[in-house]
């Protein structure tokens, strides 16, 4: 079977492209499953269910503490939780904002030759000292080039704020990062609400090359997320009579294992018209230009702007829009590179160990410890008592006390060893390995 990466779509109409994409969904699956288990369990253990985890070979989800009681108890410490938030903290403890610093105009323009600037002329007539015009050009066209900075500025600044970026979407980044090796953030303009927006998106909604240091070196970028029914077909730039075929199909997401994830947190979604979901593909591909999709681009009305300084032979980018099976948007548009970027801690593979990940292994060997401390904490008030072979007797608690029936011999109460300063020293090591 050939590779979906490598298959040319210049040639597909919009209902073969779909297919690719599906395909191309199928086979980044596939590639990234035991990346997925692994954020799989890493999203629950960050959640505080440091024994819930997936079956390697059953893909069952198994939960070790389902069977905790007060003698035996499973103890989870939320020491890996709490240090990626330092991490995150500390990454956002700077007050960053946006700069926006003026083009640099070139004073060669203007000296005509001279190497110094220019001096103030002497008028001829008057005799009186006049500023030279090629330096109040020169100042003019720096004043123009700090102007448009600062207006540039302020806006950039003010979406910073109306995105909450600072406030909201960083620190989301930074944590779906910690938990699933990348995270990515897409801008785009919203024809429905008529807006540009912003959305992080973790992991298992992108779809792509894994194993590129780039997400721009991927052949395709796709990203799969739930959409109300209402709002797809509000969207005026789907074909009307396509958005006729689609039907709600009420999932949480195009990954089988996140799936499986949310479905365990939030339940089954139920199927009311109000809230019925559609999984919405919006992938974005990259063709080279050649007659085939040349003549596609020269049909749309935005034809001169994605040619511009383009030609037959370099590459272009393919946009397209389905649900279901069923294409809804099918363009070429000029854009240079994908709408999307990505956070990693570290450079290198786009999926890679997540930070979150060196941390539990110790953090799983402190919650062993302190589960076993409990345990003995537990036990300790009822003591130890000892019993003669082939005697009977019952042992109960009452307001009053303790009462102890027996037949013949009286059973014997002794004390607990205590615990050794050991078991607080390993607690601490551990702790100091996390931190």
Known sequence: MADPRYEDTTTQDSRAVVETIESLKKMVDAQRRDFARRWYDNNFFDDGFHYRFIHRTTDRIVDLSTKDVVFEPKRAIPKASRQIRGVANLLLSFDWHPVVYPHRVNKSRFLKGRMDFLPDLQDPETGEMVPNPDRLEYEMFRKIVAEEAKKKGYWLEDQWREQQLFEDKLPLMLLLAAKNSASFIQCWWDDVEEEICTQVY?????????????????PFIGKVIPKTIREIKANENFDEEQLGKISPDNKFAGSEIKEAYLDSRFGGMTGSDASATLLLNEFFLKETINSENLAKISKQENSDDIMEEREEGDTVIRHVFSAGGVWLKDEYTAL?????????????????????????????????????????????????????????????????????????????SQSLAPLGGFVFSMMQLLESFIE
Request: no cysteine.
């Open 202 to 218: 973790d992991a298992f909604d992108i779809y792509l090359v894994g194993s590129y240091t780039d997400i721009q070196q991927s």
């Open 336 to 412: 240079k590179k994908y709408p999307f970027v990505d956070y990693r801690f570290e450079p290198g593979p786009i999926y890679q160990v997540p930070l979150i990940e060196r941390f539990i292994p110790s953090n799983k060997s402190l919650d062993s410890v302190v589960s076993k401390v409990e345990r003995y904490i537990g036990t300790s008030p009822l003591g130890v008592w000892t019993q003669r072979k082939g005697e009977d007797f019952k042992l109960t608690n009452v307001a009053g006390g303790q009462v102890v029936k027996y037949k013949t011999t009286p059973p014997q």
